[in-house]
């Protein structure tokens, strides 16, 4: 059995762990509230983008991109998006649980020829990828500088690297796989095709249902060509965005388990305590008692 002075120990251990713990809430959530505005700032131009996209796609004129061009996938690439830091609960292993799934659902619709090079973004799910061991499945880290944090200007130069990667031939499609962030105790898995660009694409969300009637200066064929990489890049940053607030909010969840359990383990720890001083204080009476019956 503990001594006194062994349960006000773990008590007060347990107690200094609810703190941290605590405040680590409160910084993962202020940092998820972050991500969350940036979210909501983003969300506009690329909806705007799109709206303008469809507008052009609806009128006479015939477009052209290389970026829209499907060829045969032989070779393709699933970017695939985690956390760099831990202390966040399950979230990297449902991420690379969803993985798992994803190649298992590519296989069947490509065949056992095609190659699918999946790139990590995060450290941790990086980790996980280079355990892979599949036959047809290959693993290439993202260029130096780019993970889950990554700013505005890495976005930018990764989101042309997948571009120029698919312009050249070394892939013929480009895949992504994210957590999408709804609110601090949903996010959803998300898998959406960047690469070739789809017409579909852009009537998603209502954007067929806004189209109005547009003068397009200096020509439909020029702004299509200049708005569709634009388009690319605020999917990227989008991802990243909703990448960085599902992370943040799945280590708020895991916080809070992780300080309510450190609040029951201390209320446990101090009814169990209690008893003992109790019982230590009942047996110096009864001894005090006896000694005064002698």
């Known amino acids: 059995m503990a001594t006194l002075r062994e349960l006000k120990g773990r008590i007060g251990s347990v107690a200094s762990s609810e703190k941290i713990t605590g405040a680590m809430k409160m910084i993962s959530s202020a940092k998820m509230h972050k991500a969350e505005s940036a979210l909501k700032q983003l969300r506009p131009f690329r ?29 393709m690439a699933l970017v695939v998006w985690g956390s760099d830091d831990g202390l966040c609960g399950a979230y990297n292993v449902n991420v690379f649980k969803l993985l798992l ?29 280079l355990k892979l061991k599949l036959p047809g499945v290959e693993v290439k880290l993202p260029p130096e500088g780019i993970d889950s944090k990554s700013g505005d200007t890495a976005v930018r130069d990764f989101t042309w690297n ?8 070394e892939f013929d499609k480009v895949d992504m796989l994210y957590m999408s962030f709804k609110s601090v105790s949903r996010q959803n898995a998300e898998f959406s095709q960047l690469l070739p660009v789809t017409e579909e694409a852009f009537a998603a969300d209502g954007n067929a249902s806004e189209l109005r009637p547009y003068i397009f200066e200096p020509s439909p064929e020029r702004i299509f060509t200049t708005i569709l990489p634009m388009y690319l890049l605020a999917v990227v940053q989008d991802v990243f965005t909703e990448n960085r607030a599902s992370e943040q909010a799945a280590r708020v969840m895991a916080m809070q388990s992780a300080n309510d359990n450190a609040k029951k383990l201390r209320e446990q720890l101090n009814l169990e305590f209690n008893k003992l001083r109790q019982q230590a204080i009942t047996t110096e009476l009864l001894d005090i008692l006896g000694g005064q019956v002698k």
Do not use: W, Y
């Open 101 to 129: 799934s994803h190649l298992a659902e590519c296989r069947k619709q490509l065949g056992d020829e095609a190659v699918i090079t999946i790139v990590p973004v995060g450290a941790k799910i990086a980790k996980a990828a």
């Open 162 to 169: 997948l571009r120029d990667s698919f312009l050249n031939g």
């Open 47 to 75: 909806d705007q983008i799109e709206t303008v996209i469809a507008n052009l796609l609806s009128s006479d004129a015939t477009f052209s991109s290389p970026l829209m061009v499907a060829r045969q996938v032989q070779k």
